[in-house]
């Protein structure tokens, strides 16, 4: 079984205590410092005080981000396939003419 970090990670002026997997700790330190920065920045750009609507903010960011991407593979996903069924067409009509 693999020990337990503790860290604490500051988001948007609050600590966060957690006790994670060593190997996580890159990744959430540094997710807590792309959100701190986004939080700061809707603050200064939208003059939005409160904390709970800056969150709430770089979370739609964050999932849009997600779901932006999520369309985009399906999209690349289906264009992928009607080029293969064409060069399937292609390679059976080449094949039938032999």
Do not use: H, W
């Not at 890159?26 to 959100?35: D, F, N, Q, S, V």
């Not at 939208?46 to 932006?68: G, H, N, P, T, W």
């Amino acid at each position: 079984m693999t020990e337990k970090l503790k860290i604490k990670l500051s988001i948007a002026d609050r600590i966060y205590p957690l006790t994670i997997d060593p190997s996580q700790e890159e990744g959430l330190r540094k997710a807590a410092k792309t959100i701190d920065q986004l939080a700061k920045k809707f603050e200064q750009n939208y003059a939005v005080r409160d904390k709970q609507d800056v969150l709430a903010m770089c979370a739609l960011q964050f999932a849009s981000k997600i779901e932006q991407g999520g369309i985009e593979r399906k999209e690349d996903t289906l264009e992928v396939t009607e080029r293969l069924k064409a060069l399937d067409q292609l390679v059976a009509s080449k094949m039938s003419v032999r």
